[in-house]
C-alpha cells in the first residue's frame, strides 16, 4: 500500500503546483462556459452549434483522408463564415448583451443607487390590487399587459408611453385597460407601488418556439422578459387566460393563489436580495457619516 501511495506521489510531483489562483481562475472559466452553453441551448445558436460539430467531424476525415484541396478551401471559407455568423445571429448576441447589463452585477454591492431598493419594493396590497385587476381584466376579457420593474431600470420603456404616476389600485388598471380609452393600448409599468406609465411599447420576441395561437401581446410580455429582469402580467384579449412572462418564459396562471402566489415569491426574493448586501451598504454609510 505503501508503495502504491509512493508511486502516486511521484506521479503528482510532474503537475504543476496548483495555487488558489488557479482554483479561482478555474470555477471563473467554468462559470462562463456554462452561461454561453446555457445561452446557446435557448436560442438559435443551438442548431449552429449541432452545423459546427459536423463541419468539425467532416474537417476531420478530410484530415485523416489527406484531402487537402477539401482542407485549403474549408481555411479560406472560414473567416467570411465567421463575419456571416456575426451578423445572422446578430439579434441573439445582442439580446445577451442587454441582459448581461440588465443584471447589474455591481449595484447590489456598491450603493450607487441607495434609494431604488426601497423604491421597487412592493406590498402586500399592491399584490391583492394586480390580482384583483387581473382576474376582473380576465372575466371581462379585457387585454392587458403589466410589467413590474424589479433590479434593472425600465425607464427606456417609460419613455415610449405617458405618464401616470399613480397608486396601483385595481379601479386604475382596469380603467386603463378599457376598451376605446386613450391608455388601453399598450403596456403599464409598475415600479413598488406605483403605476409610473401607460401605453409603453414594449420589444417583440423573435423567438421561433412561442406558439403560433398567442398574439402580439404575448409576444410581447416574453419580449420585455428577454431582455430585463422584469415580471409580465399579460392577460388574453380572446381567450381571458392570463400569463405570466419572466426570463423569456411564458407561464399560464390557472386561479388568483398561483398568481398571487408568483407575485409574493418574486418580492420576497427582491428583498432577500436586498438584505444579503444590507450590511455592506450600512458600512458605506457610517463611513460617510463619520467622514462628515
Not at 58 to 78: D, G
Not at 229 to 239: M, N, Q
Not at 261 to 286: H, M, T, V, Y
Request: charge should be negative.
Amino acid at each position: 500500500m505503501a508503495q502504491i501511495i509512493d508511486t502516486l506521489y511521484e506521479w503528482l510531483s510532474f503537475l504543476p503546483q496548483i495555487t488558489k489562483t488557479n482554483i479561482l481562475e478555474i470555477a471563473i472559466i467554468a462559470f462562463l462556459i456554462y452561461e454561453i452553453l446555457v445561452w446557446i441551448k435557448n436560442t438559435r445558436a443551438w442548431t449552429l452549434l449541432k452545423g459546427l460539430v459536423v463541419i468539425l467531424v467532416f474537417a476531420l476525415a478530410a484530415w485523416a483522408l489527406h484531402l487537402y484541396t477539401i482542407l485549403w478551401i474549408m481555411e479560406n471559407v472560414a473567416f467570411a463564415a465567421a463575419t456571416a455568423v456575426v451578423i445572422i445571429f446578430q439579434p441573439e448576441l445582442r439580446r445577451a448583451l442587454e441582459q448581461l447589463g440588465s443584471r447589474n452585477l455591481l449595484t447590489g454591492l456598491l450603493p450607487f443607487e441607495g434609494g431604488r431598493e426601497q423604491e421597487n419594493r412592493f406590498t402586500e396590497k399592491t399584490i391583492n390590487e394586480l390580482v384583483r385587476a387581473s382576474m376582473e381584466l380576465a372575466k371581462a376579457k379585457t387585454g392587458a399587459l403589466m410589467v413590474i420593474e424589479r433590479e434593472g431600470s425600465l425607464k427606456d420603456i417609460e419613455r415610449t408611453g405617458i405618464e401616470i404616476d399613480g397608486i396601483v389600485t385595481s379601479q386604475l388598471l382596469i380603467n386603463i385597460f378599457e376598451h376605446n380609452t386613450p391608455l388601453h393600448d399598450g403596456a403599464v409599468v409598475i415600479r413598488g407601488n406605483r403605476v409610473t406609465a401607460a401605453t409603453c411599447y414594449l420589444p417583440l420576441s423573435d423567438n421561433g418556439d412561442i406558439s403560433k395561437d398567442l398574439g402580439t401581446r404575448h409576444r410581447a410580455a416574453v419580449g420585455i422578459s428577454e431582455v430585463t429582469d422584469s415580471l409580465t402580467i399579460v392577460v388574453s384579449e380572446e381567450t381571458g387566460h392570463i400569463s405570466l412572462a419572466e426570463d423569456g418564459q411564458l407561464t399560464r396562471i390557472t386561479d388568483p393563489d398561483m398568481l398571487s402566489r408568483a407575485l409574493a415569491i418574486n418580492k420576497a426574493g427582491d428583498q432577500n436580495q436586498s438584505k444579503r448586501f444590507k450590511i455592506w451598504k450600512g458600512k458605506q454609510k457610517d463611513e460617510k457619516g463619520a467622514d462628515a
